[in-house]
């Protein structure tokens, strides 16, 4: 197998494209893939500061990696959930690439550690507030990560998704006919209010294992283990079913997610024919109704945000 460009030896095939690349190709397939995702869909320009959201994984090292070459400038955070062994591991290797690679572009590296703040890891706030563990997680890392981008002036928040976690979110949402979600999933969100900032996902074109690829390549050193809590989720169900038909019928992922995308754009107002009224925004529904929690001062659309109560009810069961 011989890279399609420029005929050396291969080291990557990629089916879905009907290609196979050498070291070097395959790198700047990457990179031109994570530039198409950031012009088409407008997430950011040269000079804005983006905060990119690290866990240690391969996605978003990846992803720090990828718009540090490009020439972005990208801080990073990392929030530390307090589980035991795996946040210890997944934190040093975030810190080892801030440490070598991003040092280099004179990038740094936040932490956020959630037992610190709160006193507590995510595994005894969830048995406190009798929740699930990854709604709390989800909740929790939402908060601050859109805290951190408001409070130290970033454009722009950046997350590792990739095809694969986009197509099998898309599953979950038809599957259960979520419209409301359907209609907030996209690679670019707008920061729809003041204090909400703005996310995108640069890395939506690429698929796990071209991502997995790409840090294998460019020994980007990451936590191979998913956090614990993921055990038995539904999301992992449903990207295996995807690597399955992917495997029967190469592109069936892109297809499904990128024509997702194209419809959504295409998608008429409601209503038919006649010119009607454009309905109240998102944007501008949220404005009416959001005003600063009473706790901390995010926006919020009632008086104490959804954080806040958590950690109050938190606090309340610990001191029961
Ligand atoms: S980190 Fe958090 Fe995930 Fe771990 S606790 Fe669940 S949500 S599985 S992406
Ligand atoms: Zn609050």
Redesign the pocket.
């Given at each position: 197998m011989n890279c399609k460009k420029c005929t050396i030896k291969a080291v990557i095939g990629l089916p879905r494209h009907n290609a196979a690349f050498c070291k070097a190709c395959f790198n700047e397939f990457v990179l031109e893939q994570v530039t198409r995702a950031i012009k088409g869909e407008r997430m950011f320009g040269r000079d804005d500061r983006i905060l990119v959201a690290v866990?240690g994984g391969k996605d978003s090292l990846a992803l720090w990696d990828i718009l540090l070459k490009l020439g972005y400038k990208a801080d990073a955070l990392y929030v530390d959930?307090g589980?035991p062994g795996y946040s210890t591991k997944s934190r040093e290797k975030a810190q080892r690439f801030a440490d070598g690679v991003a040092r280099t572009h004179e990038a740094k590296l936040l932490i956020h550690k959630v037992e610190e703040e709160e006193g507590a890891g995510?595994r005894e706030l969830a048995d406190l507030i009798h929740r699930p563990?990854?709604s709390t997680?989800?909740t929790i890392?939402r908060y601050q990560f859109n805290r951190a981008a408001v409070e130290q002036h970033y454009d722009v928040m950046a997350t590792g998704h990739n095809l694969d976690d986009e197509a099998s979110r898309l599953l979950g949402n038809v599957l259960h006919w979520q419209e409301e979600y359907l209609d907030k999933q996209g690679p670019s969100l707008p920061a729809s209010v003041e204090g909400f900032a703005k996310k995108v996902k640069p890395l939506y074109r690429l698929s796990e294992r071209e991502v997995a690829a790409y840090s294998v390549l460019n020994r980007i050193d990451y936590i191979v283990d998913?956090?614990p809590?993921?055990k038995g989720?539904k999301m992992l169900l449903y990207k295996d079913v995807l690597n399955r038909l992917e495997t029967e019928s190469p592109g069936t992922k892109q297809a499904f997610y990128c024509g997702f995308l194209e419809k959504q754009a295409r998608a008429p107002r409601q209503g038919s024919g006649q010119a009607q009224p454009a309905p109240a925004s998102m944007a501008e529904k949220d404005r009416a109704t959001l005003h600063p929690c009473a706790t901390c001062s995010q926006p919020t659309t009632a008086e104490i945000c959804s954080y806040c109560k958590m950690m109050a009810r938190a606090k309340a069961g610990s001191t029961r």
């Amino acid at each position: 197998m011989n890279c399609k460009k420029c005929t050396i030896k291969a080291v990557i095939g990629l089916p879905r494209h009907n290609a196979a690349f050498c070291k070097a190709c395959f790198n700047e397939f990457v990179l031109e893939q994570v530039t198409r995702a950031i012009k088409g869909e407008r997430m950011f320009g040269r000079d804005d500061r983006i905060l990119v959201a690290v866990s240690g994984g391969k996605d978003s090292l990846a992803l720090w990696d990828i718009l540090l070459k490009l020439g972005y400038k990208a801080d990073a955070l990392y929030v530390d959930l307090g589980i035991p062994g795996y946040s210890t591991k997944s934190r040093e290797k975030a810190q080892r690439f801030a440490d070598g690679v991003a040092r280099t572009h004179e990038a740094k590296l936040l932490i956020h550690k959630v037992e610190e703040e709160e006193g507590a890891g995510i595994r005894e706030l969830a048995d406190l507030i009798h929740r699930p563990t990854c709604s709390t997680c989800g909740t929790i890392k939402r908060y601050q990560f859109n805290r951190a981008a408001v409070e130290q002036h970033y454009d722009v928040m950046a997350t590792g998704h990739n095809l694969d976690d986009e197509a099998s979110r898309l599953l979950g949402n038809v599957l259960h006919w979520q419209e409301e979600y359907l209609d907030k999933q996209g690679p670019s969100l707008p920061a729809s209010v003041e204090g909400f900032a703005k996310k995108v996902k640069p890395l939506y074109r690429l698929s796990e294992r071209e991502v997995a690829a790409y840090s294998v390549l460019n020994r980007i050193d990451y936590i191979v283990d998913e956090c614990p809590m993921a055990k038995g989720s539904k999301m992992l169900l449903y990207k295996d079913v995807l690597n399955r038909l992917e495997t029967e019928s190469p592109g069936t992922k892109q297809a499904f997610y990128c024509g997702f995308l194209e419809k959504q754009a295409r998608a008429p107002r409601q209503g038919s024919g006649q010119a009607q009224p454009a309905p109240a925004s998102m944007a501008e529904k949220d404005r009416a109704t959001l005003h600063p929690c009473a706790t901390c001062s995010q926006p919020t659309t009632a008086e104490i945000c959804s954080y806040c109560k958590m950690m109050a009810r938190a606090k309340a069961g610990s001191t029961r």
